[in-house]
């Protein structure tokens, strides 16, 4: 089976908004989800973790599947209604989102 993102490339969709008091940071394919009070806090805890679970994942020698889990479904909505640029539910205030890559450095 051939997987979108591999332990030497890819990439990962990010998404960093507030809901409610709350900022979030999401990496869609991997399920990492960070929160935080700044979204700038919530970015730098979002690449620590996506970093680690990398660093993880080779150690262990994983098979590419974990870097292309399946969403959850609310995030993965959220991500499509971006992308359109549809207006999201009031709850939410998007900081940014985009695709990370996952190129070995």
Request: no cysteine.
């Amino acid at each position: 089976m051939k997987y979108k993102n591999t332990f030497q490339k890819g990439s990962v969709r990010v998404m960093i908004f507030k809901e409610g008091s709350t900022w979030f940071g999401v990496a869609l394919e991997f399920n990492i989800v960070e929160t935080g009070d700044d979204p700038r806090e919530v970015m730098v805890l979002l690449d620590e973790a996506i970093r680690g679970y990398l660093h993880s994942g080779r150690k262990a020698s994983l098979r590419p599947v974990v870097l292309n889990q399946k969403p959850d479904p609310e995030y993965e909505k959220m991500w499509n209604a971006l992308e359109a640029r549809r207006t999201l539910p009031p709850q939410f205030k998007v900081h940014s989102f985009g695709e990370r890559s996952l190129a070995v450095a």
